[in-house]
T-cell receptor
Framework: GNSVTQMEGPVTLSEEAFLTINCTYT??????LFWYVQYPGEGLQLLLK?????DKGSNKGFEATYRKETTSFHLEKGSVQVSDSAVYFC?????????????FGTGTLLAVQP | GAVVSQHPSWVICKSGTSVKIECRSL??????MFWYRQFPKQSLMLMAT?????????EQGVEKDKFLINHASLTLSTLTVTSAHPEDSSFYIC???????????????FGEGSRLTVL
């Protein structure tokens, strides 16, 4: 089946620290991969995406590379800010028949301290 | 960009009453909308898939008669929580897939969420 596993939080970092949030997936077929971010009190927003192997998605200083060989899509940022504090969701989407739903990981809370 | 709006953003109701939440795609047509429920420990649970002009497809364990979903047009889907009870209190989020544009990549656009509190 299709599933997403991401590291449990909370992840607590100081400002300007390096961030990695691990995400691995299991999928039948060729999934597209996404990172969504949810700021406090708000809905989800697409942060970045990658649609095929070796693609790198990037936005707002965040990056993630679609690694088919390790079935991973780890989120990284070189220098986090307090404003990056949010919940981050890794997700995949596989098309084919009825399997066109977006499947989420459980989310990772990031808390950045000044 | 694609915008999805939910209304109301928060609602408080008495136990036993019904509450309707609207989800609108403002600048695109959405043949498919999804309803999620977010629990306090962050996990996002897909409740149902709503297709315009047809019955919603519910995920296993979700009560169809409890959570009524209607997708009457390409820009509007509604979720009605019938006879709400305190355990229905949660954050409900809708999302929509653009009919024309990004369907091939699977990207969804999300509403801001609606927080339901049942007293």
């Amino acid at each position: 089946g299709n599933s997403v596993t991401q590291m449990e939080g909370p992840v607590t970092l100081s400002e300007e620290a390096f961030l990695t949030i691990n995400c691995t997936y299991t999928a039948t077929g060729y999934p597209s991969l996404f990172w969504y971010v949810q700021y406090p009190g708000e809905g989800l927003q697409l942060l970045l995406k990658a649609t095929k192997a070796d693609d790198k998605g990037s936005n707002k200083g965040f990056e993630a590379t679609y690694r088919k060989e390790t079935t991973s899509f780890h989120l990284e940022k070189g220098s986090v800010q307090v404003s990056d504090s949010a919940v981050y969701f890794c997700a995949l989407s596989v098309y084919g028949g009825a399997t066109n739903k977006l499947i989420f990981g459980t989310g990772t809370l990031l808390a950045v301290q000044p | 960009g694609a915008v999805v709006s939910q209304h109301p953003s928060w609602v408080i109701c008495k136990s036993g009453t019904s509450v309707k939440i609207e989800c609108r795609s403002l600048d695109f047509q959405a043949t498919t909308m999804f309803w999620y429920r977010q629990f306090p420990k962050q996990s996002l649970m897909l409740m149902a898939t709503s297709n315009e002009g047809s019955k919603a497809t519910y995920e296993q364990g979700v009560e169809k008669d409890k959570f009524l979903i209607n997708h009457a047009s390409l820009t509007l889907s509604t979720l009605t929580v019938t006879s709400a009870h305190p355990e229905d209190s949660s954050f409900y989020i809708c999302s929509a897939r653009d009919k024309a544009g990004v369907a091939n990549t699977g990207e969804l656009f999300f509403g801001e969420g609606s927080r339901l509190t049942v007293l």
